[in-house]
């Protein structure tokens, strides 16, 4: 089991996390549809720091011997969803922006066309 100390130390690190997201938030930063999913996580990192028999739990349940390898597979897993996100937000932006630089140079070249005409 954890210490206090230490256990207190999650809590506060998981609280501190909180109000970054609700900064990130209020600026901005950070959509509506990413930070549910960070408060989320957030949450679960607080349910854990309050209550570590339940990460222990979760361990067993999955088949780990030591929850530290429970945590790291799992943040792993968590990494890897968010970046394939990513990866497929940056996709679907790389189109648009070849999209938008065609249809550009198309009105560039109708805008040239009008000007030859009129002179």
């Given at each position: 089991?954890?210490?206090?100390?230490?256990?207190?130390?999650?809590i506060?690190?998981?609280?501190?996390?909180?109000?970054?997201?609700?900064?990130?938030?209020?600026k901005?930063?950070?959509?509506?549809?990413?930070?549910?999913?960070?408060?989320?996580?957030?949450?679960?990192?607080?349910?854990?720091?309050?209550?570590?028999?339940?990460?222990?739990?979760?361990?067993?349940?999955?088949?780990?011997?030591?929850?530290?390898n429970?945590?790291?597979?799992?943040?792993?897993?968590?990494?890897?969803?968010?970046?394939?996100?990513?990866?497929s937000?940056?996709?679907?932006?790389?189109?648009?922006?070849?999209?938008?630089?065609?249809?550009?140079?198309?009105?560039?070249?109708?805008?040239?066309?009008?000007?030859g005409k009129?002179?």
């Amino acid at each position: 089991m954890t210490s206090h100390i230490l256990q207190i130390l999650f809590i506060l690190g998981a609280l501190c996390f909180f109000g970054l997201i609700l900064i990130f938030l209020k600026k901005n930063t950070l959509s509506l549809k990413y930070t549910i999913l960070w408060l989320l996580l957030d949450f679960v990192m607080l349910l854990v720091s309050a209550f570590p028999p339940i990460l222990a739990f979760v361990a067993r349940l999955l088949g780990f011997e030591l929850p530290a390898n429970a945590v790291f597979s799992l943040l792993l897993g968590f990494i890897l969803v968010i970046l394939l996100q990513l990866t497929s937000i940056a996709s679907g932006q790389t189109d648009k922006i070849k999209a938008l630089t065609q249809t550009v140079a198309l009105l560039e070249k109708r805008v040239r066309e009008l000007e030859g005409k009129d002179n």
